[in-house]
């Protein structure tokens, strides 16, 4: 059931950035993916057969986050998204993003 928020942010991490707004929406779609990633460590159950690079995944198992320190960090993540400005395809995208970053 939750397989489709980590496959979501495979495309963002794939995107090419040309505007600033872009390269905004994909940081914090890197870091929604690292902190998806963190809470399948804690909670195994919550998400299955994660799709991230070997590197995300293996940098996501060292940092070994807390539950407390997954959502600290979640709500933060929130906060910078909702201050990203964005328009047409950027803005549906965005929308997206924040709807999966408030789910986790």
Request: aromatic share 2%; hydrophobic share 45%; proline share 3%.
């Amino acid at each position: 059931m939750y397989k489709p928020l980590i496959g979501f942010c495979l495309p963002l991490l794939a995107s090419a950035a040309l505007a600033q707004r872009s390269e905004s929406i994909d940081l914090v779609a890197r870091e929604y993916t690292r902190l998806a990633l963190a809470e399948n460590l804690v909670d195994s159950e919550m998400v299955r057969n994660v799709e991230a690079p070997a590197s995300v995944v293996q940098a996501a198992r060292i940092a070994r986050l807390s539950e407390d320190e997954i959502r600290r960090q979640l709500a933060s993540l929130d906060t910078r998204a909702s201050a990203i400005r964005a328009t047409g395809l950027d803005q549906e995208r965005l929308g997206h993003l924040r709807a999966h970053i408030v789910s986790l």
